[in-house]
């Protein structure tokens, strides 16, 4: 994928957000896996800008977590140990349950036509078995979620749904075993958002996160 031109933009500021969109895709994707090293003479030739904005766009990206500096090396994209997992999902559940309440509070009306059809996909998933498109679903219904809350704040914290489930998440996440009753727990939080129950939502809504954690921790002690 090519990026405009700098002379084609009417701004620096446009072109350092639009590098550090497509980095930002490739490493949710996959393209650039935790660890790998971004060196910055191949990604200027690869996406057609001065080094310049691509350093900004690298500076970003390490202010959302995604990259982290490796001294003379340059960047890498962040890796994740379990400690630094743990504490990630720990404020996945803040967050989580806040636009859970958030979404019931403020959109129960809307919650089955906007969350439903990304559950039915996600639950499409488990048979035959497909852990992307299961991954895919599974961020696709948190951000749903965020996006029922309508609140501009909560929604700025947003990236690290995605970070934890397409970056930092291990297999032990990505599983047969954790991901029905995951998509099961999904069902709850939908019914207690369309229920117009904040309390609920909030409850079942950290309940699932911390279901998460648990496997986390376990699969630490196994080790």
């Not at 390490?62 to 140990?81: H, K, M, P, T, Y």
């Not at 636009?99 to 499409?124: H, T």
Request: aromatic share 4%; proline share 4%; charged share 25%.
């Amino acid at each position: 994928m090519m990026v405009e031109q700098e002379s084609a933009l009417p701004a620096r500021t446009k072109l350092v957000d639009e590098v550090a969109r497509v980095l930002r895709q490739r490493i949710y994707g996959g393209v650039y896996p935790p660890g790998e090293l971004l060196r910055q003479v191949q990604l200027s030739q690869d996406l057609n800008v001065s080094r310049t904005p691509l350093r900004e766009a690298l500076r970003l990206l390490q202010s959302e977590g995604l990259v982290a500096a490796e001294g003379a090396r340059g960047v890498s994209v962040a890796r994740a140990d379990r400690g630094r997992l743990i504490n990630a999902y720990s404020l996945r559940e803040m967050l989580d349950g806040l636009a859970a309440r958030q979404a019931a509070e403020k959109n129960p009306g809307r919650a089955r036509e906007r969350l439903e059809p990304l559950l039915e996909q996600q639950f499409a998933t488990l048979s035959p078995w497909s852990p992307a498109d299961y991954v895919r679903f599974n961020v696709d219904f948190h951000m749903a979620v965020i996006e029922l809350a309508e609140n501009e704040f909560l929604a700025a914290q947003a990236a690290v749904v995605r970070l934890t489930a397409t970056v930092f998440a291990p297999s032990v996440l990505v599983c047969s075993e954790r991901a029905r009753p995951a998509v099961d727990e999904h069902r709850l939080v939908l019914e207690a958002i369309a229920s117009g129950d904040g309390d609920a939502a909030e409850r079942v809504s950290r309940a699932h996160i911390r279901a998460t954690i648990e496997c986390l921790k376990a699969d630490h002690r196994e080790r």
